[in-house]
């Protein structure tokens, strides 16, 4: 691999101002470049050893809109378009990357452990539905404490409403959300607000419509498959251009962006069984790419597999990656206390589960799953915990598990706000999802807007089966839509009624304590007392320089009294979502409620 030259494929603006093009089409004996603005003419390209097809060219770049023409038939966009502003079939156009004015040379970015996650949906998250949008709501982030904003897909996918996994040019922003200009603008004013900028992307599956990749070049696999088609080729004969290709698109994000870090969806959909995964050879470049920079930069991944080796380090024999969601965590409070029990709810559902997510991390650790009829996972014991994501709620859980419905449709104010001192007050990083902070219960549905009738009825009727296989209730909010995008829309409006502003204010006062009180948990300086007959549980976090920590929860709709002694006496009442009664030997805790304190 080291001896074959490594080629970025897309057009790049060279330092004379001309223009370099390189396309990978193996199989095709003549690919020619087709300008179509300002004007038309067709140039030809010289193929090269190595698969690709290169040319470059003196062309201004204020307007250069093109197509590929492969063996003088059928004309496509470029697989490695960065901008596609008439849409996927439409032609690609060069975007001038150095004509934007960066304002963030200051910023080196975060550590990770104190970042407080919040994911987004660019089109729901605010009315207009934009970056701008996005940027508008800085000050309301400043005034919360978050420091990290998760931007759900922004890959350029068919029509305008999706949730961004449908994406089929990778480096390219959708134009509907600002297109490159807005995403550049969006990172560098939350960079200039001390604000990191994490982007989720795709590399298991392309979205179905407009995908023409496969008529470049081998760029999938039969050899396995995913829920969503074909998988990528990693690991198979002219794999090593594929993975130049998703390898580049991370560090496209890294360095023409200025992104902070990468959410990788999906994980357990990769497949390679090389001696060098590609999430090895991404997780090596990118932090190198990353280091060259100066910042500080992370990958994230998504997986269900609970196998400790991809956050482990290169060192320990891992895969070398910053970070996991730990769905535990969000499994364990839903069925404890959202009472949920289908589909893979049902491994989940004891206290004792739910303080292990807390303080140990995966639950299924090895042990047996009932809703996999199989063992699954392996123990997480030497990850740190601030190398897991923990979560009350993310895209899928709302919309897959529950379709639609927030936890605030299902859960009273008490539990609420337990449950937000409980992700809060977790060692884990915490994500929230747009909207949780202040306890909206306005719907989050799948939302997409094929424009092809055969796969959009696919789409319904597929949706229709995933949600009876889960046992989930309710009305079916067919995803084709437009209604069901335009009703996922967060209602601002409300923010400020009562029992929001309520659970606001509790989220505002958990980030701030938490900023101040939890960094640098390890776990060996934890200890938990559980009572499991009244559903409570007394964990306590030591440190050598600092106060040690005690978070109590009662889970019970009954006061619980906790017996203290010298080692966890009150002297100083940090945050409680009820203050507790304090006697010379014991605390007597409300109902459904939560303190911590020195």
């Known amino acids: 691999m080291n001896n074959m030259k490594r080629v970025v494929a897309g057009v790049h603006v060279q330092s004379d101002s001309s223009i370099e093009v390189n396309v990978w089409a193996p199989f095709k004996k003549k690919v020619d470049l ?21 040319v470059r060219i003196n062309q201004p770049i204020e307007i250069f809109d093109y197509y590929f023409i492969l063996d003088e038939e059928h004309s496509f966009p470029d697989p490695a378009s960065h901008w596609q502003p008439q849409g996927v079939v439409g032609p690609s156009r060069v975007y001038p990357f150095s004509q934007f004015h960066w304002e963030d040379s200051k910023w080196k970015g ?9 994911e987004i949906h660019v089109g729901t998250f605010t009315p207009a539905g934009t970056f701008q949008g996005i940027i508008d709501k800085i000050p309301y982030f400043k005034e919360m404490g978050i420091n990290t904003i998760e931007l759900m897909p922004v890959a350029t996918f068919s029509g305008d409403r999706n949730w961004g996994y449908d994406g089929v040019y990778l480096y390219a922003p959708h134009e509907c959300y600002g297109g490159p200009k807005g995403l550049q603008e969006l990172v560098n004013r939350c960079h200039q607000n001390n604000i990191a900028v994490v982007m989720d ?23 396995y498959s995913t829920p969503w088609g074909s998988a990528i080729n990693y690991d198979e004969s002219y794999s090593l251009n594929v993975r130049e290709f998703v390898i580049n698109n991370a560090l496209h994000w890294l360095e023409k962006y200025h992104i902070d870090g ?3 969806d999906a994980i357990h959909a990769i497949f390679d069984q090389s001696a060098y995964p590609i999430l090895e050879e991404l997780a090596d470049r990118f932090h190198d790419k990353a280091k060259l920079l100066g910042k500080d930069a992370w990958l994230i991944a998504e997986s269900d597999l609970n196998d400790p080796k991809y956050v482990q380090s290169k060192k320990n024999m891992g895969i070398g990656l910053d970070a996991q969601w730990n769905d535990d965590f969000h499994h364990c409070l839903e069925a404890y206390v959202g009472k949920k029990s289908f589909g893979y709810f049902r491994d989940y559902g004891s206290i004792y589960d739910l303080t292990k997510a807390i303080t140990e991390g995966f639950v299924q650790d090895g042990k047996w799953s009932e809703f996999r009829q199989r063992y699954h996972g392996k123990p997480s014991t030497e990850i740190p915990l601030n190398k897991l994501v923990n979560f009350l709620q993310n895209h899928d859980q709302i919309a897959n598990a529950s379709q639609g419905k927030r936890i605030a449709s299902y859960l009273d104010i008490d539990q609420l706000m337990v449950t937000a001192t409980i992700l809060m007050l977790s060692p884990g990083i915490p994500m929230l999802f747009m909207g949780q902070e202040w306890g909206t219960n306005s719907p989050f549905y799948f939302f997409t807007s094929f424009t092809d009738e055969a796969l959009g009825k696919a789409v319904t009727q ?6 009876a296989s889960l046992g989930v209730d309710g009305n079916f909010h067919d995803p084709q839509q437009k209604e069901t995008f335009f009703k996922s829309k967060l ?18 006062s958990l980030i701030s304590l938490r ?14 007392f559980i009572d499991k007959d009244n559903k409570s549980f007394l964990i306590s976090y030591s440190r050598d320089s600092r106060p040690c920590l005690h978070f109590a929860v009662n889970l019970s709709r009954k006061p619980v009294e906790i017996g203290i002694n010298q080692k966890t006496s009150v002297n100083t009442l940090l945050f409680s979502t009820k203050e507790p009664s304090l006697s010379s030997s014991s605390l ?3 109902p459904m409620s939560a303190s911590i304190w020195i």
């Not at 597929?462 to 949600?467: L, Q, W």
């Not at 939890?518 to 300086?525: A, F, G, N, P, T």
């Open 34 to 54: 087709k300008i179509v603005a300002p004007i038309e003419k067709i140039v030809p390209m010289d193929k090269c050893a190595n698969g690709y097809h290169t």
């Open 110 to 118: 975060i550590p990770l452990k104190e970042a407080i996650i919040y």
């Open 201 to 223: 992307v795709v590399y298991n599956h392309l979205g179905p419509e407009g995908n023409f990749l496969h008529e470049f070049g081998p760029y999938f696999t039969e050899k």
């Open 262 to 264: 990468l959410r990788l």
């Open 462 to 467: 597929g949706r229709k089966e995933e949600y």
């Open 491 to 508: 209602d601002w409006s409300v923010r400020n009624e009562s029992l929001y502003k309520q659970v606001s204010e509790c989220y505002k």
């Open 515 to 528: 900023k101040n009180q939890l960094q640098d948990i390890e776990k060996s300086s934890i200890t938990t």
């Open 588 to 590: 007597l805790f409300e």
